[in-house]
């Protein structure tokens, strides 16, 4: 599996995000669907990363810039027919990596307290996120669970 960044202009992309989003609204009220769309993605202090296997798009995930000291986890997706495959470790697994490179030393996150969610909150948690209360923006909500942990800053490589 290779993970890179993704500019955010191919149809296949664009086609991936409006299912998550599609998906996000089949599961939870309006006012707690918190994904973002392609112009969220695509606006200043917001990276995105796409996954690909044998040029298949799997997965992707994103990382919003709150302040110097703390980033939010965003798009987290696997493609449906490839979960339980340990995409979304990986790409979790790279985003931290990415997070403590760019000299973040906390990522946090929302996601939905519906069973359809318990899959992500389990994976979060075994990857040392923790409960939180809401964080920038976010207002308590009882169709969020919000969720955050530490991030080991790496230096930058060097050659």
């Keep these: ?3 890179a960044p993704d500019p955010l202009t191919s149809p296949e992309i664009a086609a991936f995000l ?3 989003l599609d998906q996000m609204h089949e599961t939870s009220p309006a006012e707690s669907v918190h ?3 392609l112009s969220g993605l695509r606006a200043p202090g917001v990276r995105f990363w796409s996954a690909y296997d044998g040029g298949e798009l799997v997965g992707c995930a994103a990382l919003k810039r709150l302040d110097d000291e703390h980033a939010e ?3 987290m997706r696997t493609a449906p027919h490839r979960t339980r495959q340990g995409i979304a470790s990986r790409l979790l697994a790279f985003v931290l990596d990415e997070a403590g490179r760019a000299g973040f030393d906390r990522v946090s996150l929302e996601t ?3 069973e359809f969610f ?3 909150r389990e994976l979060y948690a075994r990857h040392g996120f ?3 209360p809401p964080f920038g923006d976010y207002r308590p909500d009882p169709n969020s669970t919000f969720m955050t942990r530490s991030v080991s800053r790496s230096l930058p490589a060097t050659t």
């Design 35 to 37: 994904a973002l769309d």
């Design 112 to 114: 939905g307290t519906q």
């Design 73 to 75: 986890l965003k798009s």
């Design 18 to 20: 409006q299912a998550h």
């Design 118 to 120: 318990a899959p992500a």
């Design 1 to 3: 599996m290779q993970i």
């Design 130 to 132: 923790v409960a939180c």
